[in-house]
């Protein structure tokens, strides 16, 4: 069984940073495209960024591009969301997302796997 553990979430000043965490267990995610995804009260799930686990490809929304950086550790299985210069428009829950797809995909219906979200809170 896959499971998406997300954790590092919290409160911060604008400006301030975090890195939210991802490990990842049950199978083997050589091939798989890791992504992470936000969502705030009232508003869709939104992409925030995507990794390939083989290859360590990334693309990000132009909203984070410079600020946010995605990254995996292959040996732990995890991927990691550093989020420098938080703004309070980043405010959301953070969700951990997996695919078994290769190419880099940003649309939510194309993951099949789900973290239980972490909450990101920037106060202005």
């Known amino acids: 069984q896959v499971q998406l553990v997300e954790s590092g979430g919290g409160l911060v000043q604008a400006g301030g940073s975090l890195r939210l965490s991802c490990a990842a267990s049950g199978r083997p995610f050589s091939g798989y495209t890791m992504a992470w995804f936000r969502q705030a009260p009232g508003k869709e799930r939104e992409f925030v960024a995507a990794?390939?686990?083989?290859?360590?490809?990334?693309y990000y929304a132009d909203s984070v591009k410079g600020r946010f950086t995605i990254s995996r550790d292959n040996a732990k299985n995890t991927v990691y969301l550093q989020m420098n210069s938080l703004k309070p428009e980043d405010t959301a829950v953070y969700y951990c997302?997996?695919?078994?797809?290769?190419?880099?995909?940003?649309?939510?219906?194309?993951?099949?796997?789900w973290g239980q979200g972490t909450q990101v809170t920037v106060s202005s």
């Open positions: 997302a997996a695919t078994a797809r290769s190419r880099l995909v940003v649309v939510v219906t194309s993951y099949n796997y």
């Open positions: 990794i390939s686990w083989a290859g360590g490809n990334t």
